[in-house]
């Protein structure tokens, strides 16, 4: 994968001097190690900042939002998927875009360099959905991956045993909000958390506030989410929060037969109506 | 939502939806004595209650 840097360096740079965008969105090198952070390049002449590696896990759909200038952007599978949620929900227009599409091997987790964080290893949508210029082959998408193992694995439990898994998992959050921050689906002017009146959630780390927290993010991101892991990886407490959204990107799997950010053409489940929708749940 | 709900530890059958026209006199009370005898059976909630706010 580091091979396309020099690809993705000659394009910006050709993008930015021929006028064609005003500023590049990738990422450089970070302070943290095994980290590169998102970054903004508006000069060809700090294009060489720009890295490639398998450390940028954060998602790059998440600077796009209500931008105004023609920007480029660089974009693994993921985030090209984020990008397309991010045209459907009107936050940017696909001709403002020019997307620079990275075929995607999967990241390396952040803790452990030897294997990949855990959604890349069952990702099904390596390449690109949507760009304009491409860094290198198409690589080959994976077929006979099992994604909800884990899911499942909850689903199976008893109601006295989830809610001890979910204690548990919950048990170190601080509340410090990187995971929405980090989130390109969490892009709303006043998040439901910081707003006072009505104040709909606690503020502390109360568990049941903190609980309230994770499972109302993660019903926001209901047929939205991509699995992109931006989430757990800007986690600092190593919070496996995707335990919540991939639950929801299951059933809108298993639901509607959905899965978030592959087409611009059709409107998601949750905001449009079908005669046969599922109404298992209405009594 | 449920669905999500009852993933996380909330009993199936504390969460409950129903669409009910404004006519509908006798659905209406129908899904209310449903609703109330399911959550008797479970008794009070005891997880999902917020502790510190019980000394207020």
Known sequence: MESYIGKIKEISE?????????????????????TNEPCMITKASDVKDLVWDSNCRLNLANYLTGRKEKIAVIAKGCDSRNIVNHIIENKISREQLVIIGVPCKGMVDKNNPES???????????????????????VEEQTDVDKYEDVRAVEAMETQEKWAFFEELLSGCTRCYACKNACPLCYCPTCFVDESQP????????????????????????????????????????????????KLEKDCNELYGWEAGLTVDQRPPLDSFKLDDPDKFIM | MKNLMEHMGVEPGRLQFSWIS???????????????????????NTNYVKKSAAKV
Do not use: M
């Open chain 1, 14 to 34: 050709r993008l930015l001097n021929d006028g064609t965008v005003e500023c590049v969105v990738g990422f450089r090198k970070g302070t943290v190690a095994l």
């Open chain 1, 116 to 138: 990949l964080q855990s959604n890349c290893a069952t990702c099904t949508h390596r390449n690109p959905v949507i760009y304009d210029e491409l860094c290198g082959e198409l």
């Open chain 1, 199 to 246: 104040q709909w959630i606690g503020k502390g780390t109360d568990p049941i506030d903190v609980r309230t927290y994770h499972f109302l993010r993660a019903y926001h991101c209901a047929g939205r989410c991509t699995d992109c892991g931006a989430c757990e990886a800007a986690c600092p407490q190593n919070i496996k929060v995707r335990q919540f959204t991939k």
């Open chain 2, 22 to 44: 404004s006519a509908e006199s006798t659905k209406f009370v129908d899904v209310v004595t449903k609703v109330t005898e399911s959550v008797k059976a479970l008794g009070p």
